[in-house]
């Protein structure tokens, strides 16, 4: 915690004296963090406040929609259900946001003079300021009142509305602590950096839920859903509430205990891997025993597959930046995964056709566009081995196959999982064919591009992709190439629609070998293109990737 943004946490007052409880010391410290962090820049307030009224607005209409519910026949099956949606984004977000609130890592107090339990919950009174609880509040105060029927269930609401809270919480800063050291390495910064696509996912599932429920019949669907999770904290406690309006006392005692326990038992693991936390050495500040191992990648795994050479290095070096650079990583995870879930999602809703199936080639095809900002200010090494056009072009076809090795077999995969749900097999060799011409043009375009228009790619910031003053020539690149993409494909989409207008669809296994020649082609007429562009312009291009 730094000196600038965070007062000086003191050390906790002995018993009886007259000074602060540590909770007060707590809850002051969160909102001086909260204030300090929004004096920064304007830009951060303006996002924070921005993100907070729409959370709120989102949260108010979510409270309406509950009271409206009151009465309806269905509103138990809809609460405990959203009670347990919320519980498990509480249980996920601090996994991707661990950077969100400085006051989830606890490693910052294992200094100070303080003892895990008051610790605790201190900690869990500090943990109710902010956005998150107080959205929470109102989704939970909104299911209370959507439930309660009569005098004992709105007393029993009284105490679910606060333990449901607690439960939601609890549960993040449980998790948040036993994997604090995971979300400080570089791979807890991954899966920050992935969380769009959490979010991006999450919202195809959602979706595809709701489509599904209208097909079913509406809310009756979830019922026997609902009948299992009212019995799964924290949606027990509004389990319970509904248990006490139809005078099942017994069930609604057993339902209410199982949310008590389940808090008690997240405390209590909270305070042991806190207790671990503030005993145990990191492991990575400890000398391994033993002589040290020496890493090397050659003569190892994938490595032995690939050939040698300047080929074999510059296609290992591209694989292992998509393995390990986080922003290449998240670039390159996102476009397998929407590649994927276009196509099968529009199949699964009966609404597609296998020709998404090229959604996949080109979502992949898009990694080969400015192969030489990847680098960053590291080309400066490759661009030390660069002294002919035959080197350029040996450099450019080592990157494009190494991405091959993911983009060939992945598109293949996608095209037959496509064929497989709508059952069209008929259409499967020109669907493949389609897709091998078009990563063929985007290998292609993508290769010009990178030597016409490369641009730096910031590593000092999550979500910046392109350095100030270089956006117009991330346009060009991305979109200019992908314009050119699709007009080095035309031809054998062209061909495709001329077999089936002419009934002629017996023929349209030829597209298959046509489609994967005329790619094979293109990209290797791109990369003859693009090569001597590198090395004429190898002094622009590595002023241009070092920027920002």
Request: hydrophobic share 55%; charged share 10%; glycine share 10%.
């Given at each position: 915690?730094?000196?600038?943004?965070?007062?000086?946490?003191?050390?906790?007052?002995?018993a009886?004296a007259?000074?602060?409880?540590?909770?007060?010391?707590?809850?002051?410290?969160?909102?001086?963090l909260?204030?300090?962090?929004?004096?920064?820049?304007?830009?951060?307030?303006?996002?924070?406040?921005?993100?907070?009224?729409?959370?709120?607005?989102?949260?108010?209409?979510l409270f309406?929609?509950?009271?409206?519910?009151r009465?309806?026949?269905h509103?138990?099956?809809?609460?405990?259900?959203?009670?347990?949606?919320?519980a498990?984004?509480?249980?996920?977000?601090?996994?991707?946001?661990?950077?969100?609130?400085?006051?989830?890592?606890?490693?910052?107090?294992?200094?100070?003079?303080l003892?895990?339990?008051p610790?605790?919950?201190?900690?869990?009174?500090?943990s109710?300021?902010?956005?998150?609880?107080?959205?929470?509040?109102?989704?939970?105060?909104?299911?209370?009142?959507?439930?309660?029927?009569?005098?004992?269930?709105?007393a029993?609401?009284v105490v679910?509305?606060?333990?449901?809270l607690?439960?939601?919480?609890?549960?993040?800063r449980?998790?948040?602590?036993?994997n604090?050291?995971?979300?400080?390495?570089?791979?807890?910064?991954?899966?920050?950096?992935?969380?769009?696509?959490?979010?991006?996912?999450?919202?195809?599932?959602?979706?595809?839920?709701?489509?599904?429920?209208?097909?079913?019949?509406?809310?009756?669907?979830l019922?026997?859903?609902?009948a299992?999770?009212?019995?799964?904290?924290?949606?027990?406690?509004?389990?319970a509430?509904s248990?006490?309006?139809?005078?099942?006392?017994?069930?609604?005692?057993?339902?209410?205990?199982?949310?008590?326990?389940?808090l008690?038992?997240?405390?209590?693991?909270w305070?042991?891997?806190?207790?671990?936390?503030?005993?145990?050495?990191?492991?990575?500040?400890?000398?391994?025993?033993?002589?040290?191992?020496?890493?090397s990648?050659?003569?190892?795994?994938?490595?032995?597959?690939?050939?040698?050479?300047?080929?074999?290095?510059?296609?290992?070096?591209?694989?292992?930046?998509?393995?390990?650079?986080?922003?290449?990583?998240?670039?390159?995870?996102t476009?397998?995964?929407?590649?994927?879930?276009?196509?099968?999602?529009?199949?699964?809703?009966?609404?597609?056709?296998?020709?998404?199936?090229?959604?996949?080639?080109?979502?992949?095809?898009?990694?080969?566009?400015?192969?030489?900002?990847?680098?960053?200010?590291?080309?400066?090494?490759?661009?030390?081995?660069?002294?002919s056009?035959?080197?350029?072009?040996?450099?450019?076809?080592?990157?494009?196959?190494?991405?091959?090795?993911?983009?060939?077999?992945?598109?293949?995969l996608?095209?037959?999982?496509?064929?497989?749900?709508?059952?069209?097999?008929?259409?499967?060799p020109?669907?493949?064919?389609?897709?091998?011409?078009?990563?063929?043009?985007?290998?292609?375009t993508?290769?010009?591009?990178?030597?016409?228009?490369?641009?730096?790619?910031?590593?000092?910031?999550?979500?910046?992709?392109v350095a100030?003053?270089?956006a117009?020539?991330a346009?060009?690149s991305i979109?200019?190439?992908?314009?050119g993409?699709?007009?080095?494909?035309?031809?054998?989409v062209?061909?495709?629609?001329?077999?089936?207008?002419?009934?002629?669809?017996?023929?349209?296994?030829?597209l298959?070998?046509?489609?994967?020649?005329?790619?094979?082609?293109?990209?290797?007429g791109?990369?003859?293109?693009?090569?001597?562009?590198?090395a004429?312009?190898?002094?622009?291009?590595?002023?241009?990737?070092?920027k920002g």
């Open positions: 915690m730094s000196a600038t943004s965070a007062p000086v946490l003191p050390a906790a007052p002995a009886g007259g000074g602060p409880s540590l909770t007060s010391v707590l809850v002051r410290l969160k909102l001086s909260l204030r300090n962090g929004l004096r920064q820049s304007g830009g951060r307030t303006a996002a924070y406040v921005t993100s907070a009224v729409f959370a709120l607005l989102f949260a108010a209409g309406l929609g509950l009271v409206l519910l009465g309806n026949d509103a138990g099956t809809v609460v405990v259900l959203a009670t347990a949606v919320l498990l984004g509480w249980a996920v977000m601090p996994l991707f946001f661990p950077s969100g609130d400085e006051t989830l890592d606890p490693t910052r107090l294992v200094m100070l003079p003892r895990p339990r610790l605790i919950g201190a900690l869990l009174m500090s109710l300021v902010g956005v998150g609880p107080l959205f929470t509040l109102c989704l939970v105060a909104g299911s209370a009142v959507a439930t309660a029927q009569g005098a004992a269930a709105v029993v609401s679910a509305v606060p333990l449901t607690l439960v939601c919480v609890a549960l993040a449980a998790v948040a602590t036993a604090v050291r995971l979300l400080t390495s570089r791979k807890g910064r991954d899966l920050a950096v992935l969380s769009g696509l959490v979010v991006a996912v999450g919202f195809q599932v959602v979706n595809f839920g709701a489509q599904r429920l209208s097909e079913a019949g509406g809310l009756p669907a019922d026997p859903a609902a299992v999770v009212r019995w799964l904290p924290p949606a027990s406690a509004f389990g509430v248990s006490v309006g139809e005078g099942a006392y017994g069930r609604a005692a057993a339902q209410l205990l199982l949310s008590v326990g389940a008690a038992g997240l405390l209590y693991w305070q042991r891997s806190l207790v671990k936390l503030m005993t145990a050495p990191d492991s990575s500040t400890i000398a391994a025993s033993g002589p040290a191992r020496q890493e990648s050659a003569g190892t795994g994938l490595a032995r597959l690939l050939p040698d050479g300047r080929t074999g290095a510059a296609m290992w070096r591209t694989l292992r930046y998509v393995w390990r650079d986080p922003k290449t990583k998240a670039a390159w995870v476009s397998l995964a929407i590649g994927l879930i276009v196509p099968l999602f529009n199949a699964l809703q009966g609404a597609g056709t296998i020709y998404f199936a090229c959604f996949a080639a080109g979502m992949l095809g898009i990694q080969m566009y400015n192969q030489f900002g990847q680098d960053t200010s590291a080309f400066w090494m490759v661009a030390l081995t660069i002294s056009t035959r080197d350029a072009y040996l450099e450019l076809r080592a990157r494009a196959l190494a991405m091959l090795l993911i983009t060939l077999p992945y598109s293949a996608v095209t037959v999982a496509t064929a497989a749900l709508l059952g069209d097999w008929r259409a499967l020109e669907a493949l064919g389609l897709s091998f011409a078009l990563l063929g043009a985007m290998l292609a993508g290769a010009v591009s990178s030597a016409r228009f490369p641009y730096s790619i910031p590593q000092d910031s999550g979500y910046k992709n100030p003053g270089q117009g020539l346009w060009i979109f200019g190439g992908m314009l993409g699709a007009l080095i494909c035309a031809p054998v062209a061909l495709t629609v001329w077999i089936h207008a002419s009934d002629a669809e017996h023929w349209s296994w030829l298959l070998p046509l489609g994967a020649v005329y790619g094979a082609l293109a990209a290797a791109g990369l003859r293109l693009a090569a001597p562009q590198t004429a312009r190898l002094p622009e291009i590595l002023t241009a990737v070092s």
